[in-house]
């Protein structure tokens, strides 16, 4: 059973950058049949996907927050992490990191399939 | 690829079915012939859960009063008797290509 948890503040101010990390066990980050995958949740919004990362370093982000956004691999403490700078309101939201399936040597998603609790970071002065 | 789910609200009886549909603005059939279709449910103050996924394979430990069903651009997942834990918001979700994109969401609600 793999488990992720989401570490970080929960409240930033505008125009600062939020910082999330997500330790995983149960497999490792250097496992080729899985993305890890960060997504969140405005408040009583849908779904949105903001990008993940593959054991290889290769990295896919939304092109709604290309710009903003960096996602990383940590091997040494089989963690990944999540920056998003330039905040505004609209980025309060519950951020979850979760593990994404994968199969193939292109690995073709399949599924998100485990999901941290969520964190809820708020922005705001 | 957007992703629209209908209806986004379902009032249901307990014992009684239901069934949301979800529609693809292109085609998530790949060479493979396999339908990169997935549903979640995100029970109250909960993360989402896996319910289906290739469109139409039950995740473990799903009971098998869900079912997901379709292809290409139509895909329905049905609850063949509802029951009290099942209250809570499903969505679809394609998993064809980046950027990964959900539905809207589908409040199911005991009435």
């Known amino acids: 059973q793999v488990q992720l948890q989401e570490s970080g503040p929960g409240l930033v101010k505008p125009s600062e950058t939020l910082s999330l990390t997500c330790p995983v066990s149960g497999a490792s980050v250097s496992s080729r049949n899985y993305y890890w995958a960060w997504i969140r949740q405005p408040p009583g919004k849908g779904l949105e996907w903001i990008g993940y990362?593959?054991?290889?370093?290769?990295?896919n982000y939304n092109p709604s927050l290309t710009s903003r956004v960096t996602i990383s691999l940590d091997t040494s403490r089989n963690q990944f992490s999540l920056r998003l700078n330039s905040l505004t309101a609209a980025d309060t939201a519950v951020y979850y990191c979760a593990s994404g399936y994968c199969v193939g040597g292109g690995c073709q998603l399949y599924y998100f399939d485990f999901w941290g609790q969520g964190t809820l970071v708020t922005v705001s002065s | 690829i957007v992703m629209t789910q209908s209806p986004l609200s379902l009032p249901v009886t307990p014992g009684e079915p239901a069934s949301i549909s979800c529609r693809s603005s292109q085609s998530l059939l790949d060479s493979n012939l396999n339908n990169y279709l997935v549903w979640y449910l995100q029970k109250p103050g909960q993360s989402p859960q896996l319910l289906i996924y290739l469109g139409s394979n039950r995740a473990a430990g799903v009971p098998d009063r869900f079912s997901g069903s379709g292809s290409g651009t139509d895909f329905t997942l049905k609850i063949s008797r509802v029951e009290a834990e099942d209250v809570g918001v499903y969505y679809c979700m394609q998993a064809l290509q980046t950027p990964i994109t959900f539905g809207q969401g589908t409040r199911l609600d005991i009435k």
């Open positions: 990362v593959y054991y290889n370093g290769n990295i």
